[in-house]
């Protein structure tokens, strides 16, 4: 089910990788022709053009001012979530805002020669549009990772697309909106919905920013909106390693696989160990637990296609190949877990020992699960209150600054032949002449 690549194996080795890495998101010219024809239909037809494609798509028929979500439609949805989800979902809001707070930053000056004052004004983006997907990945976690942060950075008007029936299929994540406050909600779902955020209709407004994970048309709307409006990122299908020696349980292990690998068949689970006997102790594990579980088939195909264990020669060559991953979440259970992560440059996220799965990251421990997938942790973060703040660069000059500068100004204007904005430096050290004589 799970293939064992051992060391040395080389030629496995790189197969499996490049197998693991077509996973990045994969956005065909037709999609992209079919995604832009929408997009056009939206920004020219607005809200006609919304209850068109949501009977057409989702076999729903709407008037325009059915498109929002109104208020007792949310709170009959949101009152059949049990009571201990509803317990664990404010406990987990309680958290995820505790964390995040400490990721605000403030508006700061400093002062120069001259009484020159630099500085950065920092600001919240004013509206955010927040995608919540329907069907089997409409989770309640991922409604909260999105508002939080939003609302720690003082975003005013935060505004939640979800395609019909959402909410009355999923209470949880009705739930999830009531106790984080969020009142602005419309029923439209897909690439329309991202082009509505982006554009605006005559019922949806116009976002800054665009946040939320959502299928490969969500995806490509996204990408193909980015520049009329902010977006979080391109995700692609999760993942996770596993990076453990002989001291890690083979149950834990196998567990933490399994966890990943029911998100989906293009999910990634990978174990990279030093240790021959836990490699063949875990696949025993997975063969075990898997038959347990309701998600087996999608689990079983995720895993031939795109689990792996790789048996390497030490740990400096196991945390290479976690480098070359560069994984979305990484767990690591060795001896010297804090000398292993130094030497990862590139994760997601770091879940530490045997009693830190990533399901806690997921769902309760405060840090953002919005994370960079298929390799994108070499350049991205995840998902935090900065993603709803602007920096506005603050300058201010005096008389004498300017003086004593714009001799240089100038000659750096004159070296990219851009006179005139030379001039507009040399010009008021005239004026400051002038008025001396």
Avoid at 157 to 170: D, G, I, K, Q, S
Avoid at 238 to 267: C, I, K, P, Y
Avoid at 328 to 335: S, T, V, W, Y
Avoid at 379 to 392: E, I, K, M, Q, W
Wanted: aromatic share 4%; hydrophobic share 45%.
């Amino acid at each position: 089910m799970i293939e064992v690549i051992n060391n040395g194996d080389e030629k496995n080795r790189l197969r499996k990788l490049a197998k693991i890495k077509e996973r990045n998101v994969a956005l065909d010219a037709e999609l992209m022709r079919n995604v832009s024809a929408i997009i056009g239909d939206v920004r020219g037809r607005g809200d006609a053009a919304l209850v068109e494609y949501t009977a057409r798509f989702d076999g729903v028929t709407l008037r325009p001012d059915q498109l929002r979500v109104d208020a007792e439609t949310l709170r009959t949805s949101a009152a059949r979530v049990e009571g201990r989800v509803l317990e664990a979902l404010r406990e987990a809001i309680r958290r995820i805002r505790a964390f995040h707070e400490h990721e605000r930053v403030d508006s700061w000056e400093i002062d120069g020669k001259r009484g020159v004052r630099l500085g950065q004004r920092v600001t919240p983006v004013e509206r955010a549009g927040m995608y919540v997907p329907g069907g089997t990945a409409s989770y309640p976690s991922s409604v909260v990772m999105n508002v939080v942060p939003a609302q720690v950075a003082g975003v005013e008007r935060l505004v939640v697309v979800t395609p019909p029936e959402t909410l009355a299929r999923t209470p949880a994540v009705a739930a999830a909106l009531v106790e984080l406050g969020v009142k602005e909600i419309y029923q439209v779902g897909g690439a329309q919905a991202v082009a509505a955020l982006a554009y605006g209709t005559q019922t949806i407004p116009r976002v800054d920013k665009i946040t939320g994970p959502g299928n490969k048309y969500v995806a490509a709307a996204k990408k193909l909106v980015f520049g009329a409006v902010g977006i979080d990122s391109i995700a692609g299908p999760s993942e996770v390693v596993v990076l453990a020696d002989d001291t890690a349980r083979a149950d834990f292990v196998a567990a933490d696989l399994l966890a990943q690998a029911e998100h989906g068949e293009d999910a990634s689970s990978v174990l990279i160990t030093d240790s021959p006997a836990l490699a063949a102790q875990v696949v025993a594990e997975v063969a075990r637990q898997v038959a347990t579980l309701p998600r087996r088939t999608i689990i079983e195909r995720s895993l031939a296609d795109y689990g792996a264990i790789f048996v390497m020669e030490d740990v400096d060559e196991a945390c290479a190949l976690v480098n070359e991953l560069a994984p979305e979440h990484l767990e690591i259970i060795m001896r010297d877990e804090e000398t292993a992560a130094a030497r990862v440059r590139h994760a997601g996220a770091i879940f530490f020992g045997a009693h830190t799965p990533e399901a806690v990251g997921d769902y309760f421990a405060g840090p953002n699960h919005v994370l960079p997938t298929g390799g994108a942790a070499r350049f991205s973060s995840a998902l935090g209150v900065n993603d709803f703040l602007r920096r506005t660069s603050i300058i201010r000059y005096t008389s004498e600054e300017l003086a004593e500068t714009a001799p240089m100004i100038a000659a750096l204007a004159h070296a990219e032949g851009l006179d005139a904005h030379a001039r507009s430096a040399l010009i008021r050290l005239e004026e400051d002449q002038r008025s001396a004589n």
